[in-house]
């Protein structure tokens, strides 16, 4: 069995700080990782996504992967109120062409962001 | 524009009468999948296809039904819903081929309450 672990929080923040979420995972095959924000009752839309060890930066947001740690993290700076949400971790294997390919989600964090 | 559409989006219904959630993406993706999400535990996938005519169970697949007669549709029946399969259900795809993935585009979600 898979296993994904992320705090679930809620991890609160004042409007203008740096939020990190974390999360871990089991599986050594995992290639990609996938970070989705998911509003409370709204389904999960992609935000980030990083393949190779180190930092990747998009706008507010930086993922940090460490494949031997077998780790990966989501800051984001000058966190805003519509930051708040659940953040979800998705590390992803290479289909093999064959067998089973189950995806496997982490519960989530939810990050509240205090104006 | 690309998206997953799933019906109905809200359904109440009672115990023992079969029910379809309907899926379909306009993306020409392999891969599609069904998840259930429930308070504290997450999204948990109850089955997926890698294409027509393929599918395969996922973490919690008892009382559901899925098919994939086409590539674009991948429905979700339920033959005799009991309430605890009252959850809040989406239906999401991917662009997955053997040696590589991509992030899951989700559907806006169905919530399902059995009574």
């Known amino acids: 069995q898979k296993e994904v672990e992320q705090n679930s929080g809620p991890l609160s923040v004042p409007e203008g700080a740096i939020a990190s979420l974390n999360c871990t995972y089991s599986?050594?095959?995992?290639?990609?990782f996938f970070w989705y924000r998911q509003y409370s009752g709204k389904s999960p839309e992609l935000i980030m996504s990083?393949?190779?060890?180190g930092d990747k930066e998009d706008g507010r947001f930086t993922a940090q992967l460490n494949k031997a740690s077998q780790y990966v993290s989501l800051l984001i700076r000058d966190s805003q109120p519509s930051d708040s949400a659940t953040y979800l971790c998705?590390?992803?294997?290479?289909?093999?062409?064959?067998?089973?390919?189950?995806?496997?989600f982490g519960k989530g964090t939810k990050l509240s962001v205090i104006p | 524009e690309a998206q997953v559409t799933q019906n109905p989006r809200y359904l109440i219904t009672v115990t023992g009468k079969k029910l379809t959630v309907t899926c379909s993406q306009n993306?020409?993706?392999?891969?599609m999948s069904w998840y259930r999400q429930d308070p504290g535990l997450g999204l948990r996938q109850i089955y997926y296809?890698?294409?027509?005519?393929?599918?395969d169970k996922g973490d919690v697949p008892e009382g559901y039904k899925v098919s994939r007669k086409e590539k674009r549709n991948f429905p979700l029946i339920l033959e005799s819903p009991s309430p605890n399969q009252t959850s809040l259900y989406f239906c999401?795809?991917?662009?997955?081929?053997?040696?590589?993935?991509?992030?899951?585009?989700f559907g806006d979600g169905t919530r399902l309450s059995i009574l």
């Open positions: 999401a795809s991917s662009l997955t081929r053997t040696g590589s993935n991509q992030p899951q585009h």
């Open positions: 599986d050594r095959g995992s290639q990609s």
């Open positions: 990083i393949y190779s060890n």
């Open positions: 998705a590390p992803t294997g290479l289909y093999s062409g064959a067998g089973s390919y189950q995806l496997t």
């Open positions: 993306m020409n993706h392999e891969y």
């Open positions: 296809s890698m294409n027509v005519e393929v599918t």
